[in-house]
């Protein structure tokens, strides 16, 4: 069965530093996203991606993020200079088709800031 | 503004009982409603969805009850078992939108 897959799974980071969580989508997946949640918070929308650019992104999603499908296979989120807030799980999801079908999830990024 | 609504925040069901979840929307563009299921260190996974043509969806022991005039709509586990301890979090989104709107999440506990 096809899948979502995230790395690395746990990160810790000093606050100020730059992190990088990858994602490798399903493969005839179209549309790309992030959500973060915070522990025993909801999940909350971080940004959309097709067609190699940001479609929609939440007022999370601010100068500090960036996001890239470098090699159309991964998708990353960048964190520029991280700060304790950003402690959460990262869950990056894809879609065949963008409204009215399954997103699927990956298992998720841990990312500490200390 | 919260755009689902998501009660209650924990629920403990006895096992072989029913266990009822809640969720109210606000947009009425919104016209697809999953419900994800999320296990402790994994991530959610779709578990039952429906489109609002339909008052009712059934899959199994998990039907999701649909009220397009009230803008509700709700997950009922039958006969739920421990197996079922998770947290479930209903969603919404529409045909041309860009993200799913989720619910605030409920850990469910079903007692053996």
């Known amino acids: 069965e096809p899948e979502v897959t995230q790395t690395p799974s746990h990160q810790v980071t000093q606050m100020g530093q730059e992190v990088i969580l990858r994602c490798v989508p399903i493969?005839?997946?179209?549309?790309f996203y992030w959500y973060r949640q915070i522990l025993g918070q909801k999940v909350e929308f971080l940004v959309s991606?097709?067609?190699?650019?940001?479609?929609?992104k939440s007022e999370i999603f601010d100068d500090q993020f960036s996001v890239e499908r470098p090699d159309g296979s991964n998708f990353t989120l960048k964190i520029r200079s991280t700060k304790l807030e950003d402690s959460a799980m990262y869950f990056c999801?894809?879609?065949?088709?963008?409204?009215?079908?399954?997103?699927?999830f990956g298992q998720g990024t841990r990312l500490t800031v200390v | 503004q919260q755009q689902v609504k998501q009660s209650p925040q924990s629920l403990i069901v006895q096992k072989g009982g029913i266990s009822i979840i809640n969720c109210a929307y606000e947009?009425?563009?919104?016209?697809?409603f999953p419900w994800y299921q999320q296990f402790p260190g994994k991530g959610p996974a779709l578990l039952i969805a429906?489109?609002?043509?339909?008052s009712e969806k059934k899959e199994g022991r998990f039907t999701i009850s649909f009220n397009k005039s009230a803008k509700q709509f709700s997950l009922h586990i039958m006969d739920s078992q421990p197996g079922d301890s998770a947290t479930y979090f209903c969603?919404?989104?529409?045909?041309?939108?860009?993200?799913?709107?989720f619910g605030t999440g409920t850990s469910l506990t079903v007692i053996p």
């Open positions: 999801a894809s879609h065949v088709d963008r409204g009215l079908t399954e997103a699927f």
């Open positions: 493969s005839n997946h179209l549309y």
């Open positions: 991606f097709y067609n190699n650019e940001i479609s929609e």
């Open positions: 947009n009425t563009a919104f016209d697809y």
């Open positions: 429906i489109r609002p043509d339909v």
């Open positions: 969603a919404a989104s529409s045909l041309f939108g860009n993200q799913f709107y």
